[in-house]
């Protein structure tokens, strides 16, 4: 009776383990998602920085 009530018990905990390890996955999918996202906005704000200097440098190219 010992080694059927080990193994279930062997069992539980690796389950256990194994949705703790789940959740711990998500939750870093999750912060990887939102810096990806953080970044793209960054990139994107940078790309309009250097697209406005650009048409600045060019007018001032052009009046020389």
Do not use: N
Not at 3 to 8: I, L, Q, T, Y
Not at 16 to 27: N, P
């Amino acid at each position: 009776m010992f080694w059927p009530m080990f193994a279930v018990a062997v069992g539980f905990v690796g389950l256990a383990v194994l949705g703790v390890l789940a959740v711990r996955v998500f939750l870093e999918a999750q912060r990887l998602g939102r810096q990806v996202s953080d970044s793209a906005q960054r990139i994107s704000r940078a790309a309009e920085d250097l697209e406005r200097a650009s048409m600045s440098a060019a007018r001032a190219a052009d009046s020389l």
